[in-house]
């Protein structure tokens, strides 16, 4: 048992903003104060403690990262050191956002490794069952099919890349996919949304398709990924500048839906996409010394390329639409904390964007060191917001957790997991997220003379039961190997700690 004394606790689900309270911990969970304590004593006397982080939306594991990993790009390290480096920064959950329903082995195995816990979402590649299902299948055929992706891939939820390629002339458009896949994800009652890499990234006034879009989901749940590649407009001289605001406005009056940021970080990064002609048309654009493909089954090309953030016009537009969009959200659980790693640069640099935001001194002296036509264009200095502690503990804590339907995890209460981050009071808040005093998983503190090893679980989502059978013929010559070897075993599954989560709207 572990006592902690004195926590200034910042827990936005309980009502805590930064009052000093005492945490007990048992067997990896908070539990109430015992009637008879014996174990360690913490003192954490003018520290501040936070549930464990989450990260909602990077690339960490499986495919396609092992096809930077086998150039030996220092952007993405071995999974190890990755997880390593979350685990340093208080980091405790992390979705993995893209994975081939058949990688799930590699994906798993790679997760399980250690460090924080693992969420893997499956990528609904655009194979001829998927888009016939789409296309003229009946809703229970098509939730039978994404069960199935489901079961095989032992995955926590579904992501969209790119559906159709934004067309919108087809018999399936782009618009009707995304509307049968939302309908799907909702009547199977995951406890994500649909996780949708909307079409049209990184164009001028995509921000207008993303926004149509919206408004043809009608209120249903919804997470828009990396929304920051979707944020740019041309002015009246047709000159690049920020859409920001118009992005900010949607999210601010559509509270159903979430999003992640996907901020740029100047420096280098590393595409990793299913979204193949954004990747062929960025390294067209790049004069791209490496640009590396995998074709997957029948779903589609992952693709792999550098890329260097520069302070150039462009890459400052980009760095200032994520600051904008964040600050410019009213509630910061509807766009949260992340770089889309490593697409849109390292995690690492989460404390810095953490001071960023609370720190507007700070943030208007970065921002001069941009190119400055693009500042003069921006909103960015006029924004006067700082994000307080319980707004970061908003973005990186119970936001996530509660997007992603984890409902012991992003808080502290009883019963919660016992994942949490005691972390110095220092002005510099860029520093104090960088260097915590303790990270706590599990209820056993980390220790970094150990090698951060700690065990990881692989969380799946629930899902219906569906006739196997009916989708094999579906299925029957579609995939590379037989169809029974398509599942994961149970003593797989049990040896690399893969749990399943609760259903929507259960708690412990």
């Not at 030996?72 to 994975?99: F, I, R």
């Not at 098509?142 to 969209?160: P, T």
């Not at 307080?388 to 919660?416: C, F, H, V, W």
């Amino acid at each position: 048992m572990l006592k902690i004394l004195n926590a200034r606790l910042f827990d936005p689900v309980n009502g805590k903003q930064g009052e000093s309270v005492d945490l007990w911990v048992r067997d990896g969970k908070i539990i109430p104060e015992p009637a008879c304590f014996q174990g360690k004593i913490l003192d954490a006397a003018g520290d501040i403690v936070m549930a464990g982080a989450v990260d909602i939306h990077s690339h960490v594991c499986g495919y396609p990262l092992q096809l930077v990993r086998q150039s030996g790009s220092e952007v993405v390290p071995g999974v190890k050191s990755v997880s390593q480096d979350y685990l340093a920064l208080g980091y405790t959950a992390v979705v993995n956002a893209a994975m081939p329903a058949l990688s799930a082995r590699q994906a798993i195995l790679e997760g399980a490794c250690g460090g924080p816990d693992k969420m893997n979402l499956v990528w609904l590649g655009e194979n001829p069952t998927l888009l016939a299902l789409a296309d003229t299948g009946s809703d229970a055929a098509l939730q039978e099919y994404l069960s199935f992706v489901l079961d095989i891939s032992a995955a926590y939820g579904l992501k969209c890349i790119n559906p159709r390629g934004g067309v919108t002339s087809d018999r399936l458009s782009s618009e009707k996919m995304i509307d049968r896949l939302i309908d799907a994800n909702e009547h199977l009652d995951l406890p994500h949304a649909l996780h949708l890499h909307h079409p049209f990234l990184g164009q001028r006034d995509a921000w207008r398709k993303v926004v149509d879009m919206v408004n043809r989901a009608r209120g249903r749940r919804l997470h828009l990924a990396h929304l920051q590649f979707y944020a740019y407009k041309t002015d009246k001289k047709g000159r690049l500048i920020t859409a920001s605001q118009e992005l900010a406005h949607c999210l601010n009056e559509n509270p159903q839906l979430t999003s992640d940021v996907g901020a740029v970080v100047f420096g280098p990064a590393e595409v990793v996409t299913a979204d193949a002609g954004f990747a062929e048309y960025l390294s067209g654009r790049r004069s791209c010394s490496r640009l590396m493909k995998q074709e997957w089954e029948e779903d589609g090309t992952l693709s792999a390329l550098p890329l260097e953030y520069k302070r150039s016009y462009t890459g400052s537009i980009q760095w200032l639409a994520g600051l904008e969009l964040l600050l410019l959200t009213r509630n910061p659980e509807q766009c949260m904390l992340t770089t889309d790693y490593p697409n849109g640069g390292p995690f690492r640099a989460y404390p810095y964007l953490i001071r960023l935001l609370m720190d507007k001194a700070f943030r208007d002296a970065e921002a001069e060191k941009v190119n400055s036509k693009a500042l003069s264009r921006s909103c960015l200095k006029s924004i006067k917001r700082e994000f307080s502690l319980s707004e970061i503990a908003r973005l990186t804590r119970s936001g996530p957790a509660s997007s992603l339907g984890l409902p012991n995890k992003g808080q502290l209460g009883i019963g919660a997991d016992a994942d949490l981050v005691i972390y110095r009071d220092l002005p510099d808040r860029g520093r104090m997220f960088r260097e915590p005093r303790l990270v706590i998983k599990e209820g056993v503190p980390v220790d970094p003379a150990l090698g951060w090893q700690q065990t990881a679980s692989i969380w799946r989502t629930p899902f219906p039961e569906y006739d196997r059978t009916s989708v094999k013929k579906k299925l029957l010559h579609r995939m590379s190997i037989d169809f029974d070897q398509a599942f994961l075993t149970d003593r797989f599954l049990d040896d690399n700690r893969v749990r399943t989560s609760r259903k929507k709207g259960e708690t412990a």
